[in-house]
């Protein structure tokens, strides 16, 4: 039994390794699901080399952040995030404004992300109404050489003197219909493949930002702001801190 709860606690904890593990993560459109995911999810506290490293990640991103021009609108979407800011108390004008550029960072990520998710959508979509097409027209080819080679076969048998194409026709229009038949089970199979590939971008696909959520972690990870009872990291995280750890 001992031996039982150890193999499980070893395992929740190579699990809550991985989901901090921001290695091999970008902040791309393309990677930015996987990002989004694990941050959303973030569990404390975490250990410092993960703190550093998903610092570095977010910093190191944002450094190479151009800001879009100052319209209304973006203007408008700032003044909502600073009074988010605000009520989260985040006093410090330069971690402020820090926080805004990489909140408007993600919102222009997820902007990209959402747009490539709707064009790979489309596509996908388009592909699989070909491959609808195409398998109705092999399922209507393949019948109309059925009928037409029995239609010989009848007219064969009806004339005793029948030319010798018209008994080689029902032949060769059995084998037209074979060959569009025959094409239907790889259809049926890049249907799958497509039908798939909607399910993976739909699963991927981020729809919202939970920007309460992105706001309280960012302040945390950043170290813009302490928690009473939340310890962001710690540098020897023993299992039973893990097991008493909690969502934040």
């Known amino acids: 039994m001992t031996k039982k709860i150890s193999k499980r606690r070893k395992e ?20 930015f699901h996987t990002f989004y995911t694990k941050f959303i999810n973030l569990r404390f506290p975490m250990k410092i080399a993960h703190v550093l490293e998903l610092r570095y990640l977010i910093n190191h991103a944002v450094d190479h952040y151009k800001e879009p021009s100052p319209t209304p609108t973006y203007r408008q979407f700032r003044d909502s995030l600073q009074s988010a800011l605000d009520s989260f108390g985040i006093d410090n004008q330069r971690h402020s404004e ?8 993600f919102r222009d ?13 489309r596509q996908l979509r388009e592909g699989m109404e070909r491959n609808r ?10 019948l109309f050489f059925i009928f037409a080679g029995v239609s010989f076969i009848v007219i064969w048998l009806a004339t005793p003197s029948a030319h010798l194409i018209v008994k080689l026709l029902p032949a060769l229009y059995c084998w037209f219909s074979l060959r569009y038949f025959h094409k239907l089970p790889a259809l049926d199979k890049e ?58």
């Not at 929740?12 to 990677?31: C, H, I, M, N």
């Not at 990520?109 to 959508?121: C, K, L, N």
């Not at 097409?133 to 393949?142: C, F, I, Q, S």
């Open 12 to 31: 929740r904890a190579r699990q809550r390794e991985l989901a901090q593990d921001f290695s091999g993560v970008s902040l791309t459109p393309d990677g």
């Open 98 to 105: 820090r926080m805004l550029r990489i909140l408007s960072m």
């Open 109 to 121: 990520i997820h902007y990209a992300h959402s747009i490539a998710s709707r064009d790979a959508e």
């Open 133 to 142: 097409e195409d398998y109705a027209k092999a399922v209507r080819y393949g």
């Open 191 to 248: 249907h799958d493949k497509l039908t798939q590939g909607v399910n993976d971008v739909l699963r991927r696909r981020v729809n919202s930002l939970n920007w309460k959520t992105l706001i309280h972690k960012l302040a945390l990870v950043l170290g813009y702001k302490r928690v009473a009872g939340v310890e962001v990291f710690d540098v020897d995280i023993d299992h039973e801190q893990i097991n008493r750890s909690a969502y934040h």
